[in-house]
T-cell receptor
Framework: QKEVEQNSGPLSVPEGAIASLNCTYS??????FFWYRQYSGKSPELIMF????GDKEDGRFTAQLNKASQYVSLLIRDSQPSDSATYLC??????????????FGIGTKLQVIP | DTAVSQTPKYLVTQMGNDKSIKCEQN?????MYWYKQDSKKFLKIMFS???????INETVPNRFSPKSPDKAHLNLHINSLELGDSAVYFC????????????????FGSGTRLTVV
């Protein structure tokens, strides 16, 4: 079982719709969760992080976390063509020596159709 | 500008050569990382340094040797390059990734696209 699982897509949504991106993780002790956006040929950029169960909203983005189900999602409201990118889910886990490690999923490619 | 700077941006080299990639950050972070992103776009951690101390060393061939002269710099030297080393290598930095510390995620460099021919 992969540590962080995402459907690679592509996920196609029409402009103005809600895009829903999902991620599951295997380590119940995972402590925090991140969503990164990566445009083709560019580096990943952080868009949201979430630590507690429930929803966290930032503009058109909402991150949702359910630790019991080991599930984290990202909703993008009013999707725009400029949102077309690969969205990487990342999970922070215990490593060793008190340090932690962040593991990335494969990423979901989102295509917003004008 | 505050940033994570990586050089070079592109590197094309022949099999068997030795090459280095350099990374510098001026964000005041104390932890730096090397990640490899392969052709399938999977981003996998290679190494992590905290205040010049190696804290993460994943299953990476020992042809890869990281060095951190200070907490703002992290370099990667690769010996005897192989075709399979072709990938994009990202440097990143963050605040301490340790129990009891809140971490607000990484800042990535722009990447080094390494092509071994």
């Amino acid at each position: 079982q992969k540590e962080v699982e995402q459907n690679s897509g592509p996920l196609s949504v029409p402009e103005g719709a809600i895009a829903s991106l999902n991620c599951t993780y295997s380590d119940r002790g995972s402590q925090s969760f991140f969503w990164y956006r990566q445009y083709s040929g560019k580096s990943p950029e952080l868009i949201m992080f979430i630590y507690s169960n429930g929803d966290k909203e930032d503009g058109r983005f909402t991150a949702q976390l359910n630790k019991a189900s080991q599930y984290v999602s990202l909703l993008i409201r009013d999707s725009q063509p400029s949102d077309s990118a690969t969205y990487l889910c990342a999970v922070r886990n215990r490593y060793s020596g008190g340090y932690q490690k962040v593991t990335f999923g494969i990423g979901t490619k989102l295509q917003v159709i004008p | 500008d505050t940033a994570v700077s990586q050089t070079p941006k592109y590197l094309v080299t022949q099999m068997g050569n030795d090459k280095s990639i350099k990374c510098e950050q001026n964000l005041g972070h104390d932890t730096m990382y090397w990640y490899k992103q392969d052709s399938k776009k999977f981003l996998k951690i290679m190494f992590s340094y905290n205040n010049k101390e190696l804290i993460i060393n994943e299953t990476v061939p020992n042809r890869f040797s990281p060095k951190s002269p200070d907490k703002a710099h992290l370099n990667l030297h690769i010996n005897s390059l192989e075709l399979g080393d072709s990938a994009v290598y990202f440097c990143a930095s963050s605040a301490t990734l340790k129990d009891g510390f809140i971490n607000y995620g990484y800042t990535f460099g722009s990447g080094t696209r390494l092509t071994v021919v």
